[in-house]
């Protein structure tokens, strides 16, 4: 009778620990990151309300007088906060964007929303955010969506947006992968749509990036670049998508229909000067090489598959895609630099001074006890929710498993008392 009853209590027990696999199994299918989706939903939802504000009210984002003193007690009802001047408060209304002249944004943000960055390609609809340096840093170190300096000029000046890429599927800039040459995107900023059209991609050193692009005021003002972390064969670099302006439009006309402003080539006059690419010939290769001299220091060279030498700017990066050392080859070919022992780093060409030869692939190594061995890099490959891949099979075959378990216990019980 013991025994019986024991076994049952077992059975009872794995049984309801393969329903509990299970059903973590499925909530992790389906809500990989709760948190990051009801923030992202926050964030979307003050995207739209910024797009519904602009869109009812055209010439204006200001409401007059007899409309703002409404809307305060609108705002007091819903618990918005109201604002004094040269006064700094958060706010716990999720779903507007402006009342009066004050800008709204989530409690977590600083600065203000600048206007909103859609990619259909990517499903991606953002609020990009600005302000002051310490305002675009914060936003950058709480994941959200930025412009890259605060001193960029929408019109005047090139446009660089900043995003972090996100692990899991959907999440911030984790879709941009998806862009391709030719796709459209567009960003909103007052009244007026601007929509360009993607012509090229990069994937560079951050510091690279950063001076040829970010800092880079001599770029057309009719480019916006989308620049995030690299993943996978990026990893350690940014990717970046340029974005050539094809023209802007006034976001009434633009509401009335907008598949004819982001897909129709004549809906801008600007199209007439679009930029014709030539292709180039197929140059001949180079080959990036890492030794370790006597003395211990790097010894670098960059040759052609020729055996020629390339003239080239070389840098040595670590596994954050930070630079640790560069040299300009072949004026230098020694690298003087502390290596942590058991610490993985990553060479590669910055610049080529020599236009013949193709760029060589980077050389990533590891260096142990005063050797070097050159090594590939491994980035855990995850699914669609930020998860490693084997995680979720593993946790339907472990419920599987159990399952089959259970059954084989009480089969035998089903047999004995027919």
């Not at 964030?43 to 504000?53: R, T, V």
Request: aromatic residues 10%; proline residues 4%; negative net charge.
């Amino acid at each position: 009778m013991k025994k019986d009853f024991l076994r049952k209590s077992i059975t009872v027990c794995i049984v309801l620990i393969a329903i509990a696999l299970a059903g973590f199994a499925i909530y992790a299918v389906l809500h990989p990151e709760s948190a990051a989706e009801k923030r992202q939903d926050t964030e979307e939802s003050l995207a739209a309300s910024y797009l519904e504000a602009v869109r009812s009210d055209n010439a204006s984002l200001l409401e007059t007088s007899e409309e703002y003193d409404e809307t305060v007690s609108d705002s007091e009802e819903t618990g918005a906060g109201s604002v004094s001047e040269n006064t700094t408060e958060t706010f716990t209304d999720e779903h507007y964007y402006s009342r009066g002249e004050q800008t709204y944004t989530p409690d977590y943000a600083s600065g203000e929303l600048l206007g909103v960055l859609e990619i259909d390609a990517c499903q991606i609809r953002r609020g990009v955010y600005g302000g002051s340096w310490e305002d675009i840093q914060h936003d950058l170190d709480i994941w959200m969506v930025t412009e890259a300096r605060p001193d960029y000029e929408l019109g005047k000046t090139h446009f660089v947006i900043y995003g972090h890429n996100h692990p899991t599927q959907d999440l911030s800039f984790n879709r941009l992968k998806e862009l391709e040459i030719g796709d459209v995107f567009t960003y909103t900023a007052g009244n007026t749509v601007w929509v360009y059209e993607v012509a090229e991609f990069i994937a560079d050193w951050r510091d690279v990036i950063t001076e040829d692009i970010v800092d880079n005021f001599e770029l057309p003002a009719d480019d916006m670049f989308i620049v995030t972390c690299g993943r996978g064969e990026y990893a350690c670099k940014d990717i970046v998508y340029r974005g050539k302006l094809r023209g802007t439009v006034d976001i009434t006309k633009y509401s009335e229909d907008p598949e004819y402003y982001k897909n129709d080539p004549e809906a801008f006059d600007s199209t007439e000067n679009e930029e014709k690419e030539t292709e180039s010939a197929e140059l001949p290769g180079s080959v990036l090489t890492v030794v370790l001299n006597e003395q211990g220091q790097l010894c670098i060279s960059c040759k052609g598959t020729d055996g020629a030498t390339v003239y080239s700017d070389i840098g040595i990066y670590d596994m954050e895609g930070l630079p640790v050392a560069r040299i300009a080859y072949p004026e230098e070919d020694t690298v003087d630099v502390m290596l942590e022992d058991g610490a993985t780093y990553i060479a590669g060409v910055v610049r080529m001074e020599d236009p013949f030869y193709a760029p060589p692939a980077d050389v990533a190594f590891e260096y142990h006890k005063g050797a070097l061995v050159n090594t590939e890099i491994h980035e855990m490959e995850t699914d669609d929710s930020g998860l490693p891949v084997f995680v979720k099979p593993l946790i339907f075959l472990l419920a599987a498993v159990i399952a089959g378990l259970s059954a084989a216990i009480l089969w035998p019980r089903r047999t004995k008392a027919e």
